[in-house]
């Protein structure tokens, strides 16, 4: 069995503001700059993040809770974890989980979606590195 390599982390967590879109989107071309992303699949991951965001957002409008990003960095793929509040994308009969669905199906590698502590969801973004 192949032992998992340590990965470098780093980690935001962002106030409930519409503004901290443009922090996101410098840290994740940041993040995947340092990767050995393209400039496409760190667009993919800024479509994806946007999206994420923006559920946070719609669900949180009179609240208090902060949005957390971590960016866990491979040497064959770049992990993105989000946690806040909002929309499960599980949920096969709200129309707005199906489009992001759409969306993070198109821009990701591959996504996955849990439930967290109380009303939060976690939301893993994977993106392969290809040399």
Do not use: W
């Amino acid at each position: 069995m192949a032992e998992e390599q340590a990965a470098d982390v780093i980690s935001l967590t962002l106030p409930h503001m519409d503004e901290m879109r443009t922090v996101i989107r410098l840290t994740t071309v940041a993040v995947a700059s340092r990767t050995g992303l393209t400039i496409d699949q760190a667009d993919d991951l800024n479509t994806a993040l946007d999206e994420l965001s923006r559920l946070f957002h719609e669900s949180t409008i009179n609240n208090e809770s902060d949005f957390h990003i971590e960016y866990f960095i491979y040497s064959d793929r770049l992990e993105v974890i989000t946690i806040g509040p909002g929309h499960s994308l599980t949920n096969n009969n709200a129309e707005i989980s199906r489009y992001s669905r759409f969306i993070l199906e198109n821009v990701c590698d591959s996504y996955e979606n849990h439930p967290f502590k109380k009303d939060d969801q976690l939301i893993k973004l994977i993106k392969y590195i290809h040399r």
